[in-house]
């Protein structure tokens, strides 16, 4: 059963950086996309990249393009989002998902969570001075 653990999240200051992984057990990673999702606190939950089953195609919201990195070792079973010039605004427990059926993460990913599944438990990422 496929099964997503994310880990990495923790305190950090303003300007600081973090890496998450999403590491995967019970499946071959490569055969689905993988997106990162975040809740924060009061806000509904937001997409944050996505990244194809070879890794040759991501994407990011908008507002976080430059400072977010989603990358994947495929043998190591494992996406990485590398976090860089945090803000208090990236606060939030970021989660990741495989795309449900195989499927690209395709033009809006990021506004279609239901097309996500088998998501982890997710990360707590709080960014504070």
């Known amino acids: 059963q496929l099964q997503l653990v994310e880990s990495g999240g923790g305190l950090v200051q303003p300007g600081g950086s973090l890496r998450l992984s999403c590491a995967a057990s019970g499946v071959t990673l490569d055969d689905y996309a993988i997106g990162w999702f975040r809740k924060a606190p009061g806000k509904e939950r937001e997409g944050v990249s996505c990244i194809s089953r070879s890794g040759g195609s991501t994407d990011y919201a908008d507002s976080l393009k430059g400072r977010f990195t989603i990358s994947r070792d495929n043998a190591k079973n494992t996406v990485y989002l590398q976090m860089n010039s945090l803000k208090p605004e990236d606060t939030g427990i970021y989660y990741c998902?495989?795309?449900?059926?195989?499927?690209?993460?395709?033009?809006?990913?990021?506004?279609?969570?239901?097309?996500?599944?088998?998501w982890g438990q997710g990360t707590q990422v709080t960014v504070s001075s």
């Open positions: 998902a495989v795309r449900r059926g195989s499927l690209p993460c395709g033009s809006r990913w990021y506004d279609a969570p239901g097309g996500f599944g088998s």
